[in-house]
């Protein structure tokens, strides 16, 4: 059984920029979600994908969008990246969205804005 | 708000020691709670979980017991090994089942 990947693991943009990170959910997994890791600090909830429709998000800014697709892979864009975008992207999966669905994380993408 | 409280690391024992490391947390309602851990340069790992109050979580020697009466989730382990170096997260769950909340994190370091 394949886990959660996420791609690239590295990623160097400047300001202003746009950025699209992939994640593959673990098989079976319908639900994904996506968290922000600053440096030294706890993952941050961006938002989550259920069944291709956004089914939560954290407060962040509009800039940071995502899709789902028909095989729950999923995709998050960030616009006009800013210098504290500078993160580790974390993608989660799940067999659902209950509170017993436990979200298994991908290894994450390390993105540095200059 | 939904929130989690952990102890403030760097916790530095030696091998073999019994490691405690406290989490409460503040919810409305019956969230599952969750021990993650990172290694360096790694994502997060699920070591434990409990979903309902009283349920005790347990893997590779780890333990934490769900307490309604006291809003916490400690870990402990009776016997700690260099390979337990790490960033440890304590987290919940909100009954909508969408956002995990995470605690800021706990780094261990074990010495031989």
């Known amino acids: 059984e394949t886990g959660v990947t996420q791609s690239p693991t590295h990623l160097i943009k400047t300001r202003g920029q746009q950025v699209t990170l992939r994640c593959s959910s673990q098989?079976?997994?319908?639900?994904v979600s996506w968290y922000q890791q600053a440096l030294g600090q706890g993952p941050q909830f961006i938002f989550q994908?259920?069944?291709?429709?956004?089914?939560g998000r954290g407060n962040f800014p509009p800039r940071f969008s995502g899709l789902q697709f028909p095989n729950y892979s999923s995709e998050l864009n960030v616009n006009a990246l800013e210098l504290d975008d500078s993160a580790l992207y974390l993608c989660?999966?799940?067999?659902?969205?209950?509170?017993?669905?436990?979200?298994?994380f991908g290894p994450g993408t390390r993105l540095t804005v200059l | 708000g939904d929130s989690v409280t952990q102890m403030e690391g760097p916790v530095t024992l030696s091998e073999e020691a019994f490691l405690t490391i406290n989490c409460t947390y503040t919810?409305?309602?019956?969230?599952?709670l969750f021990w993650y851990v990172q290694y360096p340069g790694e994502g997060l790992q699920l070591l434990l979980k409990?979903?309902?109050?009283?349920d005790k979580g347990s893997n590779k020697g780890f333990e934490a017991t769900y307490r309604k009466e006291t809003t916490s989730f400690h870990l402990e382990k009776g016997s700690v090994q260099v390979s337990d170096s790490a960033v440890y997260f304590c987290?919940?769950?909100?009954?909508?089942?969408?956002?995990?909340?995470f605690g800021k994190g706990t780094t261990l370091s074990v010495s031989s």
């Open positions: 989660a999966s799940s067999l659902g969205t209950g509170k017993t669905d436990t979200q298994y």
């Open positions: 098989s079976g997994h319908n639900t």
């Open positions: 994908y259920y069944r291709e429709e956004e089914n």
């Open positions: 919810a409305t309602g019956y969230p599952s």
């Open positions: 409990a979903t309902k109050a009283d």
């Open positions: 987290a919940l769950l909100r009954e909508s089942g969408t956002a995990l909340i």
